[in-house]
């Protein structure tokens, strides 16, 4: 069994090793090419201050590249009796260049490597879901397009309310996406600082350099207190979910109401027939499987920040195990989002709408609104128009005018689909992913 990175000549028993390590082995797999990267870095930058020689770092990088590689092409594991991803990639370094590998830890903790590994991380999941996000916009905003004229019922209190259209409710979900993306954008921006050299949260005697390591791993800036540079671990999980719970609560209300919309008694709209299944016992069913689905994991995702305040919210300043355990909650979250998204841009692009549904008279109430604003517009005083028309209705006499003229920003008549497009395009080009992208790239590459 490989001794620990701690350890010095007591051993922890098995049973405590198994509590302890707990889910590690597993989950930080999702971490190891960030955490090769950012030790690159890190290396380089022990290089420029003197602690490690030239020839020693070319041995180092050179070996790290073919540990990248490994992890990049699936063949990178961790070995039973090694504690996570950090101690896996100095023993393997260790074994193939001797006493060199153990130099790389100088100047750094397992603290601020795992905050720096997460950042990385999820610095490009976010990247990711950004760009999910960005292309099931572009498909409501198509559907809102293509079907901007077919009218459909609003709802109040799942009463028959007033005129709405496709064009609007495909329209609603693609303007919601734009403050979900804001939320993405300034949860990218508190991943985006490089806390690397806080160490176990009070820095180092070493002279380390902060300003080159945050060069190197394309960092807007770095987390400059160490202390808080600590502090940061939790909270930044905890702001990230508060983002994705964000795009979860959009897509979620999506699924619910396309379930709705696609059952016999609204028949709306009709969903793709793969996205349905059937039942063991009734044959005509087509159950929205997949939205439904969409729905309960989206709502389960509502719940991701909570967990993790629970888990995080209550410790003071400083380093604590109980920070391990967000790993389980935060890291497998992404995935999970990134394929309800995925499952949503399939099921929109595919749907079909009902353009016919208002020749069915019980819809025919909902232009009362509409009569009452025609009577009002030709002079009659607003509320003898809604007295008149509320009688009418109740004596059988109301006939509605399906004709309809909405003209004001927003409305059935004016979408802004463009003035929407223009927000989120604006958006996306505040993210910087190209300056992280060609960092780690030319990092792995020196």
Known sequence: MASKLWEKNVSATAEIERF????????????????????????????????????ELQALLAEM????????????????GVEDVHSEVELLLTRRLGDVGKKIHS?????????LDLKLWTRRQLRQVVELVSQLFTVLQKQSERYRDVLMPGYTHLQVAMPSSFGLWFGAYAESLTDDVRFLQAAYQMVDRNPLGSAAGYGSSFPLDRELTTRLLGFES???????????????????????????????????????????NFAFLKLPDDCTTGSSI?????????????????????GLPTQLTLIAGNLPSGYFRDLQITKE???????????????????????????????????????????VNRLA????????AYR?????IEAGRFTPEKEIHHTHAGSIGNLCNAEVRAIMDKLLADFHFKRAEEAEKRLSEI
């Open 107 to 115: 100047g750094r903790s397992r603290n601020d490597q795992v905050l």
């Open 65 to 80: 590249r073919n540990i990248l590689t490994d992890i990049r092409q699936g063949r990178f594991e961790i070995e039973e």
């Open 329 to 371: 909650v935060f890291l497998p979250a992404f995935d999970e989002l990134k394929d309800c998204i995925r499952m949503a841009i399939y099921i929109i692009e595919r749907v079909r709408v009902n353009e016919h549904i208002l020749d069915d008279p019980r819809y025919d109430l909902m232009f009362s609104v509409e009569e």
């Open 20 to 55: 302890t390590v707990g889910r590690d082995r597993e989950l930080d797999l999702f971490l190891a090419e960030s955490d090769v990267l950012g030790s690159m870095a890190h290396t380089t930058m022990l290089e420029s201050i003197g602690l490690i020689k030239p020839d």
């Open 282 to 302: 009734m044959p005509h069913k087509k159950n929205p499987d997949v939205f439904e689905l969409t729905r309960a994991k989206c709502n389960k995702l509502h």
């Open 388 to 392: 008149k028309v509320g009688l009418d």
């Open 377 to 384: 517009a030709s002079g009659m005083p607003f509320r003898d």
């Open 222 to 264: 770095m987390a400059y207190n160490v202390v808080y540079a600590q502090m940061g671990r939790g909270k930044m999980e905890r702001n990230v979910a508060f983002a994705l719970a964000s795009v979860a609560g959009t897509l979620s209300k999506l699924a619910f109401d396309a379930c709705m919309f696609n059952s016999q």
